[in-house]
């Protein structure tokens, strides 16, 4: 495809930048009209329905008024609290229902980890909270997983949960008041590569808006970076950090299935190269140390899966052992490479 700006694109004005001309050069839109196709060819989830319908002048207004707020909220809001470190470099996730949480947290407090993360996701069965969510709103995460230590909760959920929580974020605040976790990410919303860059900056100013009414909540935040194209992430990341955040998660597993592991070391470069601290999401520590340089690394891959002569118990902690000493390495690695991020993202032929 070609990498020239497609200024015969009517989004062009509502996108502000461009997804077809940046490495892998993808958008469903632009794409569909090179192919004069019927049908959108990524057909993701609900992102269809988000096409443009409106009037291009009327939308334009909403994006224009949309920002004229999140500009104002940046410079006037700061999270109460904001995390600067977590204890360990590898925080292994759990997932909060079935009995997976219940073996875990036994292996987590045999190697006597004291940071754990939960992801919101977790709570929800296909389209619905489950009973988990709900015992858990009652009790709080901490006596719901008879756990101690630290609890990273992280916001990265499926897409129609991000609209009904940025619908409603009073309703979002007061889970997060029950749940009463230690830590926990910023707000998210769908900022696929591949879609028409005005969806995610529609999103990602939802998030900033949303982001008031939680600011004043008693947990310490992690910015959750979002955006279609570099140029989204790095405004992203600047108005987090002038609105407090020292520390920024990327999530890596969109990324990671496409195969786009150039698109994700390029990104991941640039959170540490505007951001400073990095927590990478859904990726291990033995992946950072070939791809992704972090200063902490969160996953469930440590939670043992298999079967025979060796209990759960033996395996879980050889695993969750393994990646402690491997996120050790993988992140002393980083240290020495930091700062150093943005020529790879140069030479990606990206803008930056």
Not at 8 to 28: K, R
Not at 285 to 298: F, K, M, Q, T, V
Request: with cysteine; glycine share 8%.
């Amino acid at each position: 495809m070609s990498t020239s700006l497609p200024t015969s694109c009517d989004l062009v004005d509502l996108c502000g930048t461009c997804n077809a001309i940046e490495y892998p050069y993808e958008c469903c839109y632009w794409t569909e009209l090179l192919t004069l196709a019927d049908k959108c060819p990524f057909e993701r989830r609900k992102i269809r329905g988000r096409c443009i319908s409106l009037d291009r002048t009327e939308y334009r207004r909403k994006i224009e008024l949309m920002e004229g707020t999140a500009r104002d909220i940046i410079q006037t809001t700061r999270f109460k609290q904001t995390a600067t470190g977590f204890k360990q470099r590898f925080i292994p996730e759990l997932r909060p229902i079935g009995t997976d949480y219940q073996r875990g947290i036994e292996i987590i407090k045999a190697v006597g980890v004291n940071c754990i993360a939960v992801s919101l996701s977790g709570f929800y069965s296909k389209d619905s909270e489950s009973s988990g969510l709900r015992k858990a709103r009652s009790l709080g995460l901490h006596k719901f997983l008879r756990f101690d230590g630290d609890i990273l909760l992280t916001t990265d959920i499926k897409d129609v949960f991000c609209d009904e929580i940025l619908s409603d974020i009073g309703k979002f605040a007061k889970l997060v008041k029950a749940l009463a976790p230690d830590y926990m990410t910023t707000l998210d919303s769908y900022t696929y590569y591949n879609i028409p860059a005005y969806i995610s900056r529609v999103n990602i100013l939802r998030t900033i808006i949303g982001a008031k009414e939680i600011a004043d909540l008693n947990v310490k935040f992690v910015g959750l970076v979002l955006g279609s194209n570099l140029y989204q992430i790095r405004e992203h990341i600047i108005a987090l950090k002038k609105m407090g955040c020292n520390l920024f998660a990327y999530p890596c597993y969109e990324l990671r299935r496409d195969g786009q592991h150039e698109l994700l070391r390029a990104r991941t470069s640039l959170v540490r190269e505007y951001g400073g601290k990095l927590l990478a999401l859904s990726c291990s520590p033995w992946r950072g140390r070939r791809e992704i340089l972090a200063d902490y690394y969160s996953t469930h891959s440590w939670f043992p899966i298999r079967k025979g002569p060796q209990s759960y118990m033996k395996a879980g902690i050889e695993k969750l052992e393994a990646k402690l000493k491997a996120s050790n390495r993988a992140s002393a690695q980083g240290e020495l490479q930091n700062g150093r991020g943005r020529l790879y993202y140069i030479s990606l032929g990206t803008q930056g």
